[in-house]
């Protein structure tokens, strides 16, 4: 079991910043990559980034260039650092931690953050 507490989230005017941080506990060892996710009102849930253990990362095109994933292993923590936010990143922004064997997704709380214009 792999237990997962973001924070970080928050109201911020368009142009400001957040960084989030998602904190793992428990069967901390058989995890894999971690990422984040966000979920707009009546929209479905969509990939922001991703990050392997090996440091690896990835984002979502919408995001690139604004957003950083960064990963502490030793803290077992995650971040996003999201810079020149926007009314579209207003969303729930939720933590993923992956293990590979057996395959399974672990999901945190959410944590909402709302961008104003």
């Known amino acids: 079991q792999v237990q997962l507490v973001e924070s970080g989230g928050g109201l911020v005017q368009a142009g400001g910043s957040l960084r989030l941080s998602c904190a793992a506990s428990?069967?901390?060892?058989?995890?894999?990559?971690m990422g984040w996710y966000r979920q707009a009102p009546g929209k479905q849930r969509d990939l922001v980034s991703t990050i392997t253990r090996g440091g690896s990362t990835n984002y979502a095109d919408s995001v690139k260039g604004r957003f950083t994933i960064s990963r502490d292993n030793a803290k077992n923590t995650v971040y996003l650092q999201m810079n020149s936010l926007k009314p579209e990143d207003t969303a729930v922004y939720y933590c993923?931690?992956?293990?590979?064997?057996?395959?399974?997704?672990?999901w945190g709380q959410g944590t909402q953050v709302t961008v104003s214009s």
């Open positions: 428990g069967s901390i060892f058989a995890i894999g990559a």
């Open positions: 993923e931690a992956t293990v590979p064997l057996p395959p399974y997704a672990y």
